[in-house]
């Protein structure tokens, strides 16, 4: 695909992103490069991040990969103080790291409930604030939380991953207003299901079938444009990706009850593209 985030050196920025090894945030971490920022490649995937570097071809003092656990808040300052130690400043954030388990209430085990507030919300969080505190000394910056078209409509299957990005969502919204006064903008993307390796976790799980009800998943390059020509350049509070089936997810968190009469349809289309997606990543894998 074509870049369409190319710039001019005089409008290089540096740029620290999370989840770099894989999925949205690899997209994100290779365009960027490419466009010619400075950027920190961060994850907990070492090895992960280094084959990406590799593939990539990134090297100092433009691209620097550093790995270190969301839910820690001295990896967070030690991050933020590394980018700022290299190239003087940080004028963006993008929180893209997340884990989704699929399971039920009854089936998911109480590790698994926590560790998705812990990864999904606090990581987002902590970082949010590192990030906030070294961008109002300089007055300017922009900080883009990845959460969830399930961040906006709940979806039965995966409720502690529809929790901790309902959190990420109205975190970051009440953020946006707390940073406002001092230069600092903080925007909210809340993609509908993204084909990367955590949708493809769930293709196996019938009760995560809700999450394949779009007509087709999103891809990372079109979640890419999102954030860097529309989210970095508009910098609005929140969007929503694709806007219709962000409307439909706003109407049933206003009206709850009405997902009683959608949630049959719906499970019945996400079954069927559920199958559909499964047997066509097997295909491409040669799994059995």
Same mark, same amino acid.
């Given at each position: 695909?074509?870049?369409?985030?190319?710039?001019?050196?005089?409008?290089?920025?540096?740029?620290?992103?999370?989840?770099?090894?894989?999925?949205?945030?690899?997209?994100?971490?290779?365009?960027?490069?490419? &466009?010619? *920022?400075?950027?920190?490649?961060? %994850?907990?995937?070492?090895?992960?991040? #280094?084959?990406?570097?590799?593939? /990539?071809? $990134?090297?100092?003092?433009?691209? &620097?990969? *550093?790995?270190?656990?969301?839910? %820690?808040?001295?990896?967070?300052?030690? #991050?933020?103080?590394?980018?700022? /130690?290299? $190239?003087?400043?940080?004028?963006?954030?993008?929180?893209?790291?997340?884990?989704?388990?699929?399971?039920?209430?009854?089936?998911?085990?109480?590790?698994?409930?926590?560790?998705?507030?812990?990864?999904?919300?606090?990581?987002?969080?902590?970082?949010?604030?590192?990030?906030?505190?070294?961008?109002?000394?300089?007055?300017?910056?922009?900080?883009?939380?990845?959460?969830?078209?399930?961040?906006?409509?709940?979806?039965?299957?995966?409720?502690?991953?529809?929790?901790?990005?309902?959190?990420?969502?109205?975190f970051t919204l009440a953020v946006a207003h707390e940073l406002r006064?001092?230069?600092?903008?903080?925007?909210?993307?809340?993609?509908?299901?993204?084909?990367?390796?955590?949708?493809?976790?769930?293709?196996?799980?019938?009760?995560?079938?809700?999450?394949?009800?779009?007509?087709?998943?999103?891809?990372?390059?079109?979640?890419?444009?999102?954030?860097?020509?529309?989210?970095?350049?508009?910098?609005?509070?929140?969007?929503?990706?694709?806007?219709?089936?962000?409307?439909?997810?706003?109407?049933?968190?206003?009206?709850?009850?009405?997902?009683?009469?959608?949630?049959?349809?719906?499970?019945?289309?996400?079954?069927?593209?559920?199958?559909?997606?499964?047997?066509?990543?097997?295909?491409?894998?040669?799994?059995?």
């Amino acid at each position: 695909m074509q870049n369409r985030t190319q710039q001019s050196p005089a409008a290089a920025k540096v740029f620290l992103i999370t989840g770099c090894a894989s999925g949205i945030g690899r997209r994100l971490a290779e365009r960027v490069a490419a &466009a010619g *920022h400075s950027l920190l490649a961060t %994850d907990v995937n070492s090895a992960g991040l #280094a084959a990406v570097a590799s593939d /990539q071809n $990134w090297s100092l003092p433009r691209v &620097a990969c *550093h790995a270190f656990n969301v839910c %820690d808040p001295g990896g967070w300052r030690a #991050a933020v103080e590394m980018a700022v /130690q290299r $190239w003087g400043r940080l004028d963006v954030l993008l929180n893209v790291a997340g884990i989704v388990q699929p399971g039920n209430v009854l089936t998911i085990t109480p590790e698994q409930l926590l560790v998705h507030l812990q990864v999904n919300a606090g990581g987002t969080m902590l970082g949010t604030q590192a990030a906030a505190r070294q961008m109002t000394q300089q007055n300017s910056g922009h900080i883009v939380n990845i959460a969830s078209m399930a961040g906006v409509a709940p979806v039965p299957g995966i409720a502690a991953y529809t929790a901790s990005k309902f959190a990420v969502r109205g975190f970051t919204l009440a953020v946006a207003h707390e940073l406002r006064p001092h230069g600092v903008s903080v925007t909210c993307v809340c993609p509908d299901a993204v084909e990367t390796p955590m949708l493809d976790l769930e293709m196996d799980h019938a009760e995560a079938a809700l999450a394949f009800s779009s007509n087709r998943p999103l891809t990372v390059d079109a979640v890419a444009d999102t954030v860097l020509n529309r989210a970095l350049v508009k910098r609005p509070l929140e969007i929503l990706l694709p806007r219709r089936r962000g409307w439909l997810a706003k109407f049933v968190s206003v009206a709850p009850d009405c997902e009683r009469w959608l949630l049959g349809p719906l499970m019945r289309s996400g079954l069927k593209r559920q199958a559909a997606y499964r047997e066509r990543k097997r295909g491409i894998t040669g799994d059995q």
